[in-house]
């Protein structure tokens, strides 16, 4: 009896075992592609040890948790199934010149900081938000390439959002009224996209203390009434508007932090 529990102990630990090696193969194909996608990639990213080439750090089964690659002036694309890095906790490729259409990050449950900002990138996919339910950080501002896109309600996912960057960044349509979902977002930067229509009333309940949604490319309208109930908001950059004087026309901080 003891040996065949021996047995089946060590047969688990074996199918374990493989399945472990299994799941770092198939993220070592995904930084293949992600390296020959990229003009230039890293120097020294080639061979197979993936986990040691610079920007990437790996946890102990050899699985991606992070990707770091910014200001490297790295031209080109990323690989569609980029989500399926599942381990990935960080993706920071701010400060480059990548293009084309933004993969999905669906699902990637463990993702919590994502930096892709100052890109130009063309397309965002629908499902881009879905499923990030860890996620505490978003910076997606000045890719103004980018095709018209909304803020979709799969965000709502991400409660344990903090800061959400989004300027420059070819928005559309109306600010949702969703932000009684992030009870920790403090950060919200949507400044010099196509926002309309009126603030939404659950501005008033957030923790919110910097915002900035000036510059709206059509403007947006109402009143500021929301606003007087943000008792937290210390950074404020106001909307300009073409449509309604209840809402100010200039930002009232130093623009030089958009």
């Not at 018209?148 to 109306?174: E, H, M, V």
Request: some cysteine; hydrophobic content about 40%.
């Amino acid at each position: 009896m003891a040996v065949a529990s021996q047995q089946h102990a060590l047969l688990l630990l074996f199918s374990l075992s493989v399945l472990l090696c299994s799941d770092a193969a198939a993220d070592g194909a995904v930084m293949a592609k992600l390296a020959a996608s990229l003009s230039p990639a890293p120097s020294d990213w080639t061979g197979t040890d993936f986990c040691s080439w610079t920007g990437i750090a790996c946890d102990n089964s050899n699985r991606v948790t992070s990707i770091s690659l910014l200001s490297k002036s790295i031209a080109g694309t990323l690989p569609a199934d980029l989500n399926s890095l599942s381990q990935l906790k960080s993706l920071a490729l701010q400060g480059n010149r990548l293009s084309g259409a933004l993969p999905s990050l669906a699902n990637l449950t463990f993702l919590e900081q994502v930096f892709l900002d100052r890109n130009q990138f063309k397309t965002i996919p629908a499902d881009f938000f879905a499923g990030l339910s860890n996620l505490q950080s978003m910076n997606l501002s000045d890719n103004p390439t980018l095709a018209p896109w909304t803020i979709p309600a799969d965000l709502t996912q991400s409660s344990s959002l903090n800061a959400f960057s989004a300027s420059k960044a070819s928005i559309a349509g109306s600010i949702p009224d969703i932000f009684n979902s992030f009870p920790n977002l403090q950060n919200l930067r949507l400044s010099y996209n196509n926002l309309t229509g009126s603030l939404p009333p659950s501005f008033a309940g957030s923790e919110i203390n910097s915002l900035w949604i000036n510059n709206q490319m059509m403007g947006l309208s109402g009143t500021i009434e929301v606003l007087s109930s943000m008792t937290q908001l210390y950074h404020r950059a106001g909307p300009s508007t073409r449509k309604n004087r209840q809402l100010p026309r200039a930002p009232i901080f130093d623009r030089s932090l958009f």
